[in-house]
């Protein structure tokens, strides 16, 4: 009995000092993570910009709609504050239409979702036509989704509208090739809460799931005040004109996905005399232009052409205005 007692007691306690030893490791841990804890806040942001159209009382209603979702992939969940007059409309009929804003048509739709349905008519605000299902399409917006509202989702003080997709209609120019949506020339405007910011998008970084087999652009960085916007004018002996070109397409990729502080390198052919080709280089400051020219890539253009090159003249420019940016992507 005392032999039992006492094998009792060491498991008790070893299992005691286990467990004291893993909740200190868990403390440790928390104590220890860089992180900052800053409450139960709801951070997904940012959220792209919407206006949603419906019908209200007989007449076309807009409302700037910065909280939306995805359920799975044939649902999508639209939350608005109760208070809303829209609301009224869209229980009524359960259809809606979520209309993308692009940057050109964001004054109008800052305006809608500054003003109420209940005191200002604003079925003007916009230039639209009647979608298939019913619901009001924005002329303006290059994408918009006719929804039926399957169900509303209540929580306190929001009316969370639970939508199936009927229509979505896309403006041509944000379409490839193969008629697919392509969101680096949608470039849809963000919204962020926390500080009521519009955010701009665009800029494709990588292919998901496959980053390592064709990486995207790279993030880049801002013009310091040592930036460099140069012109490089290049006469290219005829004989080797088109392995030259296979060369400066390479390096300008590369450049521009991998490279940073490389902002743009847009290299044009002269229509009359293919031999001159141009080169945009925009480097985001003397640092970043020093790396470009010692990288592997580089020095396979460098070292590559030397031989094809009858003439290169350098010349850096000033910029008119400075605020101006020239983007390239690549898809």
Not at 24 to 35: A, F, G, L
Not at 158 to 168: H, K, L, P, R, W
Not at 245 to 263: H, M, N, Q
């Amino acid at each position: 009995m005392k032999l039992l007692l006492s094998a009792i007691l060491f498991l008790s306690l070893f299992l005691s000092c286990s467990s004291r030893q893993e909740g200190e490791m868990q403390k440790q841990n928390r104590t220890e993570m860089e992180k900052k804890n800053i409450g139960n806040v709801l951070a997904l942001y940012p959220k792209p910009m919407t206006v949603v159209g419906a019908e209200v009382k007989g007449k076309v209603n807009w409302l700037v709609v910065g909280h939306t979702g995805i359920i799975g992939h044939d649902r999508v969940l639209v939350s608005m504050n109760k208070s809303h007059y829209t609301n009224q409309g869209i229980r009524k009929t359960k259809k809606l239409s979520i209309n993308l804003v692009s940057r050109e048509m964001l004054p109008q739709a800052d305006y809608v979702g500054s003003v109420t349905g209940a005191e200002v008519d604003k079925s003007g605000a916009f230039e639209y036509h009647w979608g298939e299902n019913g619901t009001p399409v924005i002329d303006a917006s290059p994408l918009t989704m006719e929804c039926n509202v399957e169900d509303i989702y209540e929580t306190e003080g929001f009316d969370n509208f639970i939508c199936s997709i009927a229509n979505t209609y896309a403006a041509p120019d944000v379409l490839d090739s193969e008629g697919k949506l392509d969101y680096t020339r949608l470039k849809p405007v963000l919204f962020e809460f926390p500080t009521y910011s519009y955010l701009a998008t665009g800029e494709v970084i990588g292919k998901c799931l496959n980053l390592d087999k064709q990486p995207g652009m790279c993030a880049k960085q801002a013009m310091a005040s040592d930036g460099i916007v140069r012109l490089s004018k290049i006469e290219v002996y005829p004989q080797y004109l088109d392995e030259y070109l296979k060369y400066a397409v390479e390096v300008g990729e590369i450049s521009l996905r991998t490279e940073p502080g490389v902002l743009s390198m847009y290299a044009v052919q002269d229509k009359e005399d293919p031999r001159l080709v141009t080169i945009l280089e925009t480097y985001a400051s003397k640092d970043a232009y020093e790396k470009h020219i010692a990288s592997k890539h580089f020095q396979k253009y460098k070292q590559g052409t030397l031989h094809m090159v009858k003439s290169l003249q350098l010349c850096d420019q000033t910029p008119l205005n400075p605020a101006s940016k020239i983007n390239n992507f690549i898809e």
